[in-house]
């Protein structure tokens, strides 16, 4: 962990003065202080952390410096200074954030069991479980033993460990935090490749903890390490509109105003956007106006105070709605809480409003940091005790969301590095973050972007090989539809689960799979079962109807001879034909209507044809069934397309005794598809059984009569 470079130098947040490491380096070399004060070269550390606890106790800082500048003593980094500063920043950056003392002590030492002699068993000897769990999980694994997986099985053991304590990403994120303010002695084709790590997994992992502070810093730095045009544009930009800031000052100064008068106490900040930020609104919005280039912050006590300074801007200035988002009452997934708007001003100009109380700042900007000790009854950065509720019925520390959650999971099934780094930079790269709901009133997280199969697999793991359908907020839908935040999912599985190739999931799933639990879960199905991936055999084709000795004649009615009797009253020997429309079969109702030749065609009672030719003056002949059993009935299945649901429908079918005189299939349409059947039965009783049987088979929704 020993990059070192210049700084691309994007502009720095106001707050705090940056440390001149060479002067800690300095005091580094002079050993430690006396044992009544703390070291000059960790005070800044110090104080800062003083900043946020008050009360702590800097006993524990100090006895960890005395061991990492005594274990790092003698290294330096490639610029130069002692090695030890990179520790010490390390540190006063997660001390700036508010981390907990435990935290900024494993921070001390966490490169020096990677690059000294000193042993973990000698970490949790002097400093305890956590300090030493906390300093093996961004212990790096050694080249020498992984070589080139070396990278994402490091990965992978700060990300388990990361779900046993999320300091551990905490670390991680600071740590690779001054590297990236440090990368410019190495040679560019290197500082790309942590770059690209860095946009890939660092940055993602930064957003989803909600560390804002580390996030937008390394966004800027990777900018211009991959972008070196566009961050020398936009640096440019920034310069050319150095006095953007005095036109959100003075709207600044009108909101005082207006929440002064109003009785509200707020503090009202202008907050500049970082460089990412300008490009990317620049590329949204073409020629940018001065209030383009930085937000209002308006910092408030209580959560009702944020809706009351809404009030107030929404009122006094003209808003802008398209621009409001409450995430307050529906936070983020990564724990951010704000009020965005916008307001139009007098002369035209429009400004972004950021609302949020002062603890909701501390936690957009630090993320996992701002809850101190979440493993600490009483800890938390608003008070509440590890796994109790607040008052709004929700976790105040959330350990292990959802989305870290789905990454323990998934990884667990991908012992390949490879396939892990590859899964890893897919999974971090969807953004945001979904709720489902299921029939039962529980939930499923999911990654923005998730369909019907990635739910099925949150759900039900390996068992949703067998998901034959979903309803979508009531209505059936296909398993590749995208699902939206807050939809109602209802996934459907067949009775029994896949035994072979042809009953579990069909390479056209993965389609449809964003989650690496899918994709991982179907590939490995579909390596297991290779069959699974060949297409049907000729003879498993849908037919476009049957073989001319099996067609009943033509025109528009079947004969009498070739299904159930229907006999005219009065008249017992009359010709019957049964309308092919309708297809009536008993004990349907039925009426009849004489046809040229004497024949009497009959139609089932609520045929639509009986309408129109009773609209048309003729005039119905009572008829009845005879007491022949057999009839000729049209089916249509409704169904989930799938491999060998055509050989599964007509053997079931074939199984009920009855004959297909004739099939058709139509073409899939969003995976569905349907079968139109017409069958001679021996028995116009079976047909209910059969028509409960052919929805039974895996993939079939309905079995209508045509």
């Known amino acids: ?17 940056r440390i001149d490491l060479r002067r800690l380096g300095r005091a580094a070399l002079l050993g430690p202080g006396a044992r009544d004060r703390l070291p000059d070269a960790i005070s800044h550390v110090a104080e800062a952390h003083r900043a946020h606890h008050p009360d702590a106790d800097l006993a524990v800082l100090h006895r960890a410096y005395v061991l990492a500048e005594s274990s790092h003593r003698g290294q330096f980094r490639k610029s130069g200074e002692p090695y030890i500063t990179h520790p010490l920043a390390v540190t006063l950056i997660l001390a700036e954030l508010g981390a907990e003392t435990t935290t900024l002590t494993a921070s001390l030492l966490h490169d020096t069991v990677e690059d000294t002699d000193l042993t973990l068993d000698q970490v949790r000897e002097q400093f305890g479980d956590e300090v030493c769990y906390l300093v093996d999980g961004v212990t790096k694994l050694e080249k020498v033993d992984y070589g080139a997986a070396a990278e994402p099985e490091t990965f992978r053991k700060m990300l388990v460990a990361t779900g046993n304590d999320v300091r551990v990403m905490s670390i991680k994120l600071a740590d690779r935090l001054h ?67 005095d036109a959100l000052a003075a709207i600044a100064d009108d909101v005082r ?88 001003a007098p002369d ?27 493993y600490a009854a009483g800890a938390t950065a608003d008070g509440a005790e590890h796994g109790e509720e607040g008052e709004d019925g929700e976790r105040a520390d959330p350990t292990r969301p959802g989305w870290l959650s789905r990454l323990l999971e998934w990884q667990q099934a991908t012992p390949d590095p490879d396939t892990f780094w590859t899964s890893l930079r897919a999974d971090l790269a969807q953004d945001g973050e979904i709720t489902v709901f299921r029939p039962d009133g529980g939930t499923l997280a999911l990654p923005g972007g998730a369909t019907c199969v990635d739910a099925a697999y949150a759900q039900y793991g390996e068992a949703a090989h067998a998901c034959v359908g979903a309803r979508v907020n009531g209505r059936l839908a296909s398993l590749g539809t995208v699902l939206g935040d807050g939809d109602t999912v209802q996934l459907l599985l067949a009775q029994d ?17 964003s989650t690496p639990a899918a994709r991982i879960a179907i590939t490995r199905w579909l390596a297991a079962h290779p069959e699974a991936a060949k297409p049907e055999p000729a003879s498993e084709q849908p037919p476009t109807a049957a073989p001319p000795a099996e067609r009943g004649p033509a025109g528009p009615a ?61 005039v119905p002949t009572p008829v009845s069934w005879g007491d022949t059993a057999d009839c000729r009935v049209t089916l249509v299945a409704e169904s989930f397309g799938r491999p060998r649901l055509l050989a599964d429908l007509t053997d079931v079918i074939a199984t009920a005794g009855a004959a297909i005189i004739s099939a058709t299939v139509e073409p899939p349409t969003e995976q569905r598809v349907r079968h139109t059947y017409t069958l001679q039965l021996p028995d116009a009783t079976r047909l209910p059984a059969l028509m409960r049987a052919m929805r039974d088979v895996a993939g079939v929704y309905d079995v209508s009569r045509a």
């Open 1 to 17: 962990m020993s990059a070192e470079a210049t700084n691309p130098a994007p502009s720095r947040r106001r707050g705090r003065p």
């Open 179 to 245: 590297n990236m303010r440090t990368l410019g002695v190495m040679r560019p084709e290197k500082q790309a490749r942590i770059a690209r790590v860095t946009r890939d997994v660092l940055i993602p992992l930064a957003e989803r903890l909600g560390v804002q502070a580390l996030k937008t810093e390394l966004e800027d730095l990777v900018f211009a390490i991959l972008h070196p045009a566009e961050y020398e544009q936009t640096r440019a930009l920034i310069a050319e509109n150095a006095t953007a800031g």
């Open 257 to 344: 105003t207006v929440l002064r008068e109003a009785g509200i106490p707020a503090e009202v900040l202008v907050r500049p956007r970082h460089f990412v930020s300008v490009h990317r609104v620049r590329l949204k919005r073409g020629e940018l106006r001065a209030t383009d280039f930085g937000r209002l912050l308006v910092l408030v006590g209580e959560d009702a105070d944020c809706y009351g300074v809404l009030g107030e801007l929404h009122t006094c200035f003209t808003p802008v709605i398209s621009e409001f988002k409450d995430f307050i009452a529906a936070p983020k997934f990564n724990l951010y809480q704000s009020l965005h708007t916008a307001v139009a």
């Open 348 to 374: 035209g100009s429009v400004a972004e409003v950021l609302i949020r109380t002062h603890q909701m700042h501390k936690v957009a900007e630090a993320g996992v940091v701002a809850l101190g000790n979440p």
């Open 497 to 513: 689960p896949p035994q072979d190739a042809v009953s579990g999931p069909s390479p056209d799933w993965l389609d449809h799979a």
């Open 558 to 618: 079947s004969p009498a001879g070739t299904g159930a009797r229907a006999v005219v009253a009065g008249l017992p020997g009359a010709p019957v034909r049964l309308a092919r429309c309708c297809t009536p079969v008993p004990p349907d109702a039925v009426t009849g209507f004489s046809v040229r030749g004497g024949n009497v065609t009959v139609h089932r009672a609520e045929c639509p044809a009986v309408r129109r030719m009773e609209a048309l003056g003729r």
